[in-house]
């Protein structure tokens, strides 16, 4: 699943398409696109181009111009729990293309801008449950979770009773923390995941902030969450690359948990 290293990387994709003359849209997936009908996303955007590409958390979003050099709609984009952005020519991509170790298959095809020097930038999508659509509501979200401040980290993450690991991947609270990310930055900062969040004290969140910023770093420099430092060893019988206890696992916020039996007890 994208957490937000990989949508950040998606973003620099994405950064390539800026400036081009948007020539056509692909817009024919009604589920993916809702609640646009097909045609609408290629009327606002065909003949105008993308200027700016962001993203905050797992949310990315260019602000786009029209033929005019008006203003247009934003282009929110969100890869879900399966979608890649990448570029192929216009004729499509040649020979076979591997997916996920899977041979590409054309229904995966969910969205697609094709510029006037015949590029094309697509969205697959295994799962279907990518997201784009003009205009996307940004206020529901958090600080992007590598860019919030480490004051205001100890007041959002340190508000109300939840277990710390619950309170990392609320959205609302911080951007961009999925579940890899969050075992891991837990695990940096020697964390026990279901620690209540009353009980943090000052130094402990700021721990956890230090820890969140180097996780994040490592997973941008280094290709995504799946290389962060425990990732590897949550499974059962697997030993804490640090200390060498035991890993343990549990349902912590609803989601799937590892942690060093001894270091984050
Ligand atoms: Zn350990």
């Known amino acids: ?35 646009h009908a097909p045609g609408d996303i290629a009327a ?20 786009t111009e029209n033929a005019d050099g008006e203003p247009g709609p934003n282009l929110g984009l969100h890869l879900g729990m399966a979608g890649q952005l990448r570029f192929a020519g216009r004729s499509g991509p040649p020979g076979p293309r591997r997916f996920r170790g899977r041979d590409e298959k054309p229904e995966w095809f969910r969205f697609g801008l094709t510029f006037a020097d015949g590029e094309q930038l697509r969205l697959f999508d295994t799962r279907r449950l990518s997201r784009v659509r003009l205009d996307p509501d940004l206020d529901a979200l958090g600080p992007d979770a590598g860019e919030v401040s480490r004051t205001d980290f100890r007041t959002r993450v340190g508000r109300g009773r939840a ?40 130094d402990e969140l700021t721990d956890l902030h230090k820890a969140l910023r180097k996780s994040l ?42 942690w060093c039996t001894k270091e984050q007890a």
């Not at 937000?4 to 948007?22: I, N, T």
């Not at 606002?44 to 602000?63: D, F, I, P, S, V």
């Open 1 to 35: 699943m994208p957490e937000l290293p990989e949508v950040e990387l998606a973003r620099q994709v994405l950064a390539d398409a800026l400036g081009r003359e948007v020539r056509d849209v692909d817009d024919h997936d009604d589920w993916v696109c809702r609640p």
């Open 44 to 63: 606002a955007l065909r003949g105008g181009k993308l200027t700016e590409a962001h993203r905050r958390g797992k949310t990315l979003w260019c602000e």
């Open 163 to 202: 277990p710390v690991k619950a309170r990392l991947l609320d959205q609302s609270v911080l951007a961009g923390i999925g579940n890899l990310l969050a075992d891991e930055t837990l695990w940096q900062a020697a964390v026990s995941p279901a620690r209540p969040v009353h009980e943090l004290t000052a």
């Open 217 to 258: 770093r490592a997973a941008i420099k280094h290709g995504g969450v799946h290389t962060g430092e425990i990732i590897g060893h949550r499974r059962a019988g697997d030993h804490c690359p640090r200390c060498g206890a035991e890993m343990a696992h549990g349902t912590v916020g609803g989601r799937s948990t590892w």
